[in-house]
């Protein structure tokens, strides 16, 4: 789980930055005497507490013990420009993919708050860093060589566009609601263990054509769960910083092709312990062929009658869960 750091949280951040950068500095000789600004020996908690009065963005990566395994804030340079500061995993929990997650949590920060580009600095000896930046897209642009530190500074920068997303780099981020499915105030990260009282949110569409025939979506053969069965419409798990009702209207543009401006009508809301959904009913007046099939999600769709349609949903061809959350509506209205 990432979320936000908290003023009480502040001097175990200090902690996990020493004990994270202390390992940089014996890799490379780094001394309190001879690289006193470095960031092992110079993170204070009275730095750290200013930057948080700053309202810096702050984030940690919190364990299932609410115990913080990763760290990094932003600090905004210019209008669109921000400077990733201070991004490390404990040594311990390294090679888990934290440091990745925390990365492209803060590349959606940064592209939220306007940001179109981050600039992150290195020790340019560490090319296993450099490297390990390249293959998150960031671009190395320069050097420079201070004499207050006994090693050469690097300079990299992370351009921020919608192919930058973290969900375009197979780690999705969540926003975590509460039981009253009110935002916690904290992300979850898909593949993880959901902590305890928190919920991520999943957007579901029924489509109906204007002529009364319903969508049938098959699901890729090559999912792990409910391979090859028949689904009505599209659906999601909702991405962080969107409305359900967004996450609703960007699955079904991606699911089929769909395109819709005005707001969807709610058909059910349904709470599990780990997750809220909410169905929506669209209507639609698509050219039926236009239906679009994602890769790796649909390999099918067809377009049924109400008749065919309470056939397939009352089979074992239709994902069965879906079919509870349905249930009702399907029974007063199809």
């Known amino acids: 789980m990432i979320r936000s750091i908290k003023r009480c949280e502040i001097e175990k951040c200090v902690e996990v930055i020493k004990k994270s950068f202390l390992t940089v500095a014996y890799e490379y000789g780094l001394t309190q005497e001879n690289a006193p600004r470095f960031t092992a020996f110079s993170v204070t908690f009275e730095k750290l507490s200013w930057q948080y009065d700053e309202r810096r963005p702050m984030y940690g990566y919190f364990d299932d013990n609410n115990l913080i395994l990763g760290y990094y804030s932003l600090y905004r340079l210019e209008?669109?420009?921000?400077?990733?500061?201070?991004?490390?995993?404990?040594?311990?929990?390294r090679h888990k993919h934290i440091g990745e997650v925390l990365f492209f949590h803060a590349v959606t920060i940064a592209s939220n708050i306007g940001c179109k580009k981050i600039n992150i600095s290195i020790v340019e000896e560490n090319t296993k860093l450099r490297i390990w930046y390249e293959r998150l897209g960031a671009?190395?642009?320069?050097?420079?060589?201070?004499?207050?530190?006994?090693?050469?500074?690097?300079?990299?920068?992370?351009?921020?566009?919608?192919?930058?997303?973290?969900?375009?780099?197979?780690?999705?981020?969540?926003?975590?609601?509460?039981?009253?499915?009110?935002?916690a105030g904290c992300d979850l990260i898909r593949g993880e263990k959901i902590p305890n009282g928190l919920k991520h949110a999943v957007a579901e569409v029924f489509v109906i054509h204007k002529d009364g025939s319903i969508l049938l979506m098959q699901r890729d053969f090559n999912k792990s769960n409910y391979p090859g069965f028949w689904e009505s419409g599209a659906g999601g798990s909702v991405l962080k910083g969107e409305s359900i009702m967004e996450g609703a209207k960007r699955e079904l543009l991606e699911e089929t092709g769909i395109v819709v401006n005005d707001d969807l009508k709610s058909i059910y809301y349904v709470v599990t312990d780990t997750?809220?959904?909410?169905?929506?009913?669209c209507i639609t007046d698509i050219f039926k062929e236009d239906i679009q099939l994602q890769i790796g999600e649909t390999t099918a769709f067809c377009w049924v009658n109400k008749q065919e349609f309470r056939k397939i949903f009352y089979s074992n061809q239709f994902v069965d869960k879906l079919r509870e959350r349905l249930m009702e509506f399907v029974e007063n209205n199809i």
């Open 79 to 93: 209008k669109e420009v921000c400077e990733l500061n201070n991004l490390c995993v404990l040594p311990e929990h």
């Open 139 to 183: 671009n190395h642009i320069g050097v420079k060589k201070f004499n207050f530190f006994p090693f050469t500074c690097g300079y990299m920068e992370k351009m921020i566009d919608e192919k930058n997303m973290a969900c375009r780099h197979n780690i999705e981020l969540w926003d975590a609601y509460d039981t009253n499915g009110i935002l």
């Open 275 to 281: 997750t809220i959904y909410e169905g929506y009913l």
